[in-house]
C-alpha cells in the first residue's frame, strides 16, 4: 500500500507557526485527495484539512484561516502550514487519503503550549 512518513511536528507557543510534511514512498499521493488528520490526548482521530490532486482546498472550521494545506505531486508530498497556533491544536497529526484507506504513519506531535 505504500508508507506515509510525517514530520515537523514540535513544541512552539501560542501563536507560533509549524510546517507539517508528509511523504509519500510510492506516487501515491499524487493520484488521491490527501488529507491531514489529528489525534488529541482522549480524543478520536479527526480530518482537518484536505487537498484534490487538483488544489482544491477544504478545512474543518476551528483551523479554516488559520492553517494551509498544499500538495507537491512531482515529490509526492503534502504539507500543512500553521499559523496562530492554540493549545487546543496539541495532537499527533497525521496524513491520509480521503478516506484513508491508506496504512497509517507515525504521526508527528504537536504541542502547543507556552
Known amino acids: 500500500q505504500g508508507q506515509l512518513v510525517e514530520s515537523g511536528g514540535g513544541l512552539v507557543r501560542p501563536g507560533g507557526s509549524l510546517r507539517l510534511s508528509c511523504a509519500a514512498s510510492?506516487?501515491?499521493?499524487?493520484?488521491?485527495?490527501m488529507g491531514w488528520y489529528r489525534q488529541a490526548p482522549g480524543k478520536q482521530r479527526e480530518l482537518i484539512a484536505s487537498i484534490t490532486r487538483r488544489g482544491l482546498t477544504n478545512y474543518q472550521d476551528s483551523v479554516k484561516g488559520r492553517f494551509a494545506i498544499s500538495r507537491d505531486n512531482a515529490k509526492d508530498t503534502v504539507y500543512l502550514q500553521m499559523n496562530s497556533l492554540k493549545p487546543e491544536d496539541t495532537a499527533v497529526y497525521y496524513c491520509n487519503g480521503l478516506p484513508p484507506l491508506l496504512d497509517w504513519g507515525q504521526g508527528t506531535q504537536v504541542t502547543v503550549s507556552s
Open positions: 510510492e506516487r501515491i499521493a499524487s493520484g488521491n485527495v
